[in-house]
Every structure is written in structure tokens, then in C-alpha cells.
């Protein structure tokens, strides 16, 4: 996306109309508007990095509804554990057949079958349903192995399908498995602002100079005092990405009602969305190195790969502490260097640069962090218990590892709006239009002024939310 600029001028009547107000543009054109003006918006004040690298990148899609639904196939799994053996000390010693339980018919005759232990072993007929779940009939595959451990035929052992080796003439043929994705369904919801202000008029406004798909660029304009209200708007929608908790149950009916009897629909924020929890209190290189190897070990499917930690302060210095103790010329020695990264400067002028802001695991997934305020100064921040040692929120120590690779041609994190909703700007007139309306002797109101009304209905989506983690600092 094209560099975008604002800036704060005086407001001249000649130049700026309300043909060319950022009000009518996006009457005009919401879905197209909406997710440029959250990239300026996030260049300027970086206060919502969430909507900045969903909407402000173009990952975003609008819907007629306030429902959505989308497919999701997570990571096929082609191990079961035994359910119950055949009793005996010894299970297929010389060649015997034995008989193991599984919990249902996902293993194919005639497929092989490997233990925990690595010993083979084939499925000589089709299984029989029992009580306990469902009987097959094994063969050790090769004559060197004396038998199957005991470990190995216990109840909870894991056995997995390899391949299915048949006879030379007249074999049959078998089956496949296979998993149908899974069917999401969850809803988007709708966050307003609203700004007053008194019959004294302005004279700052906030001038916009917008690239055109074409190529050329276009210059709108809105109130200045207006403009800081939008932001703080978009700050106020960020906490709803982030922390919103869905009003519907698990039939999608809306529990919730407003004080007109209207359901208030609201769809679950990222974290809400992120099945993976866990906690830490001081970081360390192994537990990122883990954190990361094992949340991600499903990622076989994704192309582009890409994971952002998102945190605050505090989860940022605990980032670089961590690396910078593992890499250290005390921890490890082989780490040698004689160009000054972390220290600039000459003789009595020195300074110190250089910290961790990104982390290649040895699987070759990339992390990059990005602090977001919301961690250091939101609401719950402020309403978090403090670290013994900073003092900083603990909130601000949450590190919240965030999967937007590329599934299927999507990206994993997306915007998702309601058409024709994606940002609704409108004026309530009273004694003055505000700047940028379009003027009329009607009035709606008979206040001495007028107000300004912001409404946008959208949600986060997380397509795989398996593969995303919220780790939470716990240090008391």
C-alpha cells in the first residue's frame, strides 16, 4: 500500500469543500476507505496493531450477515490408543496372531500398524466391534521381532497406520480415511462512538492525501478534533478485537438485550478465539524454543509462514532478556563478535542499541513482535496486578503468539465487516453542521451544536485457532 500522509492545517472554505470531507467519501465508498484509513491511522499512532495488520494490509472481507461461517480442517491425526489386548505375558510370540482393541474403525485392513516401540505389524482381517470399541486381528510383520511388549499392548499405548502391503496375486482393494473440515460458525458485532461539541466553531482540520487505485493520489479532509475522536475510536475497536467475549450461546441465540429489547450480538475477540493457554513467570530461550516447536507442529499445511508475537513492555524486554542471557558470551562461547551492535559511539559518547525483536526457530517459523499498547495502558491494564519486579501490569508481560500464515489462499487472521458497515460516520446538526457535512437549513436537533456519530460492525477471525498461543505471565 502506497506511503499515506495527515496533516494538521488551517481550515480554508475555498479549498476544502464538502465534495472533497472525508464524511461524504465515505458515504460513498465505506469498504474501500475504511481500510485505508486504519493503515494511516496505524502508521501515525500505533496504538492498534491488530487492525493495522489485518484491515490496513487488505486481510479483510465483507459479509451481508452478522453471521459467518468458514471451514477449518486442523492437523489429521493417524495414531489411537489401545483400548484393551488379549490377555497373555507374551502377545504374537512365533508368529501368532494376537488381537488389540482400539476405540473405533479408523485403522484399514489391510494396512500395517507401528507401536511406540517401533515393532510392525499387519491387519490381517476387518476389525469386529465389541463393547469396548472395536477388535483387529495383528501378525508381528517381520520374524526377527520374538514378540510385542507388554508396554506396547497396554491400554493408552499409541499405535499408528503406515502403509498396506498385500499378496503377490488376486489382492483386494481397501479404503481410505479421510477428515471433512470442520464447520465454524461465529459472529461479527457492532461498536459505536459518538462526539459532541458546542456551537464554537473550529478552526483546525485534519487533511488527508489518499493514493488512488490508479495510481494518483486525492485529497480529503475532516475536523481535527473529529480526527482525534476516530482514533480513539479505532483504539476503542481494538479492545473489542482483542478482548470481546460472544453475547450467543452454543446455539447462536443472543442472550443479551439492550434496553429496547434488541439482542446485542457480539462476536468473540481474538483471545476468546485462541484455545491454547499457558503461563510462565521468568522467560527463558527453552521455553520459547518449546513454545514455539510444539504449538506449531501442526503447521504442515501452511504456506507463507508467519507468526507475530504480539505483547507489551514487558513481554518485549522479557523477549530480548531472554535471548540476549541465552546468547551471551557467559552462556555460550561459540557466540564471538567484534562489530559494536550493541554499543555505539566513541570514548566518553557511548550508548547502547541492539535488542531482540524477532526469533528464527530452528523449524523455520520466523517471530516478529509487535508491542501493542492496549498490553502497557488499556483498561485492563490498568486494572491488572503489577510484576513484583517492574512494577509494570502483568498484563503488560502477556505474549500472545498469533499464527497469520496463508491456509488455502487466506490468510489465517482476517478482518471480516458487514457490507456497507464497514466504518458509518454521521452528523446530528443542531445550531451548526460540522465541517464536512453537507449544509442545510434543517436541523435535527435544537442543541446549541451538534454531534458527530461513528459505528462499525466487524470482528476478528482466527481460521486456525489451534495453532495460536496466550501466554500469560504468572510472576508474584
Known amino acids: 500500500m502506497a506511503l499515506m500522509q495527515v496533516l494538521k492545517t488551517y481550515y480554508n472554505d475555498a479549498q476544502m469543500t464538502d465534495s472533497n470531507s472525508l464524511a461524504n467519501a465515505l458515504m460513498e465508498r465505506p469498504a474501500e476507505l475504511s481500510p485505508i484509513i486504519t493503515h494511516l491511522a496505524g502508521r501515525e499512532e500505533k496504538k492498534f496493531p491488530l487492525s493495522f495488520l489485518t484491515e490496513g494490509v487488505g486481510n479483510t472481507r465483507s459479509i451481508d450477515r452478522f453471521e459467518y461461517e468458514y471451514r477449518v480442517k486442523t492437523h489429521e491425526i493417524n495414531v489411537r490408543p489401545v483400548v484393551s489386548a488379549a490377555p497373555g505375558a507374551v502377545v504374537g510370540a512365533g508368529g501368532a496372531p ?47 521381532t520374538a514378540s510385542v511388549s ?18 503377490i496375486d488376486f489382492s483386494r482393494g481397501n479404503a481410505s480415511n479421510w477428515t471433512a473440515p470442520g464447520l465454524v460458525r461465529s459472529k461479527i458485532g457492532t461498536v459505536r462512538k459518538s462526539y459532541h461539541f458546542s456551537g464554537n466553531a473550529k478552526d483546525y482540520v485534519a487533511q488527508f492525501e489518499l493514493p488512488l487505485k490508479e495510481g494518483s493520489k486525492t485529497k480529503l479532509w475532516m475536523d481535527y478534533e473529529e480526527y482525534r475522536h476516530m482514533l480513539k475510536f479505532k483504539e476503542e475497536c481494538e479492545m473489542y478485537y482483542w478482548y470481546g467475549q460472544k453475547t450467543h450461546d452454543a446455539s447462536g441465540v443472543s442472550t443479551m438485550l439492550d434496553e429496547n429489547g434488541q439482542p446485542v450480538i457480539s462476536g468473540p475477540g481474538l ?12 522467560l527463558t530461550q527453552a521455553k520459547i524454543e518449546e513454545t514455539i516447536g510444539d504449538l506449531f507442529y501442526g503447521m504442515t499445511d501452511a504456506t507463507d509462514k508467519q507468526v507475530t508475537l504480539y505483547t507489551g513492555i514487558g513481554g518485549a524486554r522479557e523477549f530480548d532478556r531472554a535471548l540476549k542471557s541465552y546468547y551471551g558470551a557467559t552462556a555460550n562461547q561459540y557466540l564471538q563478535t567484534t562489530q559494536p551492535y550493541f554499543i555505539t559511539g566513541s570514548g566518553r559518547n557511548l550508548g547502547i542499541t541492539g535488542y531482540f525483536t524477532s526469533y528464527q526457530h530452528v523449524d523455520g517459523h520466523h517471530v516478529n513482535v509487535v508491542k501493542s499498547p492496549l498490553f502497557d495502558h488499556g483498561p485492563v491494564a490498568q486494572a491488572s496486578k503489577k510484576h513484583p519486579v517492574s512494577g509494570l501490569p502483568l498484563e503488560s508481560y502477556r505474549m500472545v503468539f498469533v499464527d497469520q500464515s496463508t491456509y488455502d489462499g487466506e490468510n489465517n487472521l482476517q478482518m471480516v465487516n458487514k457490507k456497507g458497515r464497514e466504518l458509518l460516520r454521521w452528523c446530528v446538526a443542531g445550531s451548526v453542521v460540522p465541517k464536512g457535512f453537507t449544509e442545510t437549513d434543517t436541523r435535527a436537533s435544537d442543541i446549541d451544536g451538534a454531534s458527530v456519530h461513528m459505528l462499525k460492525t466487524a470482528g476478528i ?16
Open 98 to 144: 494376537f488381537t488389540l482393541t482400539f476405540p473405533d474403525k479408523w485403522f484399514i485392513f489391510p494396512y500395517t500398524l507401528v507401536s511406540q516401540s517401533g515393532v510392525l505389524a499387519r491387519i490381517m482381517n476387518e476389525p469386529i466391534a465389541d463393547g469396548s470399541g472395536w477388535k483387529y486381528t495383528l501378525k508381528i510383520v517381520s520374524p526377527d
Open 461 to 476: 477471525l482466527l481460521r486456525r485457532f489451534d495453532t495460536s498461543l496466550d501466554l500469560q505471565c504468572t510472576a508474584s
Open 150 to 167: 507388554i508396554a506396547d499392548a497396554s491400554p493408552g499405548s499409541l499405535w499408528g497406520m503406515l502403509y498396506a502391503n498385500v499378496g
Open 271 to 282: 483471545l476468546e478465539q485462541i484455545i491454547n493457554k499457558d503461563t510462565y513467570s521468568t
